[in-house]
């Protein structure tokens, strides 16, 4: 089942958003969330990360202006975005973390994404 991210939308330089990503139970407890995007001409890349126990981390362009997080209960994700500049423009999209340390994200479960687009 494809996670399903949304609350994106046109915000201004300096703005903020919170994305929200639904998921399944039992699976989205058990596993790392991330979130991940995709500029348009450019590929896919991974932003932030959480451990189903709670580890954080960034990618360095978002460092003290994002914050991931996770309600286990709602499973439900987060993605904080404050300060946000035109370059954070892009498609983002949540998925399971496959593997920590390549950031990767899960195969079948890319759904459609939620666009984010930010003005200067």
């Known amino acids: 089942v494809q996670l399903q991210a949304s609350g994106g939308g046109l915000v201004q330089a300096g703005g903020s958003l919170r994305l929200s990503c639904a998921a399944s139970?039992?699976?989205?407890?058990?596993?790392?969330l991330g979130w991940y995007r995709q500029a348009p001409g450019k590929q896919r890349e991974w932003v932030a990360l959480?451990?189903?126990?709670?580890?954080?981390i960034y990618t360095d362009s978002v460092k003290g202006r994002f914050t991931i997080s996770r309600d286990n209960a709602k499973n439900t994700g987060y993605l904080q975005m404050s300060s946000l500049k035109p370059e954070d423009t892009a498609v983002y999209y949540c998925?399971?973390?496959?593997?920590?340390?390549?950031?990767?994200?899960?195969?079948?479960?890319w759904g459609q994404g939620t666009l984010v687009t930010v003005s200067s």
């Open positions: 959480i451990s189903s126990g709670g580890t954080t």
């Open positions: 998925n399971y973390v496959v593997d920590w340390s390549k950031r990767e994200g899960a195969r079948g479960y």
């Open positions: 139970g039992t699976i989205f407890r058990n596993n790392g």
